[in-house]
């Protein structure tokens, strides 16, 4: 499957933005989908994730209750919408899918195995 991130910018502190990512190539339905994000000189962080069709979203402590994580099967389309956007968020967000992910690895970078090329968000202060 391949995956394309869009949506982030530049957006002041209290904002929000909305990033899409959508899939090609094979049964998008079928994979559990994640927003991972990485900040210069770290690894990349979980964000979010949501298993193959919905169901519970499971959130990093540091964006739950600010960031919702979603998916339109129809439209091969997941979606993380983000509000209360701080300073700290700033970092590259990459969508990530994988057809086989076990729950204790979901919010595991390594855990899966297909990945957008990344989008910035910016957040000033």
């Known amino acids: 499957v391949q995956l394309q991130a869009s949506g982030g910018g530049l957006v002041q502190a209290g904002g929000f933005l909305r990033l899409s990512c959508t899939a090609s190539?094979?049964?998008?339905?079928?994979?559990?989908m994640g927003w991972f994000r990485q900040f210069p000189g770290k690894e990349r962080e979980f964000v979010a994730a949501?298993?193959?069709?919905?169901?519970?979203?499971y959130y990093a402590d540091s964006v739950k209750g600010r960031f919702t994580i979603s998916r339109d099967n129809a439209k091969n389309t997941l979606y993380l919408q983000m509000n209360s956007l701080k300073p700290e968020d700033t970092a590259v967000y990459y969508c990530?899918?994988?057809?086989?992910?076990?729950?204790?690895?979901?919010?595991?970078?390594?855990?899966?195995?297909?990945w957008g090329q990344g989008t910035l968000v910016t957040v000033s202060s």
């Open positions: 949501i298993r193959w069709r919905g169901g519970t979203p």
């Open positions: 190539g094979r049964t998008f339905s079928s994979y559990a």
């Open positions: 990530a899918g994988s057809s086989s992910i076990i729950l204790s690895n979901i919010n595991r970078a390594y855990g899966y195995a297909y």
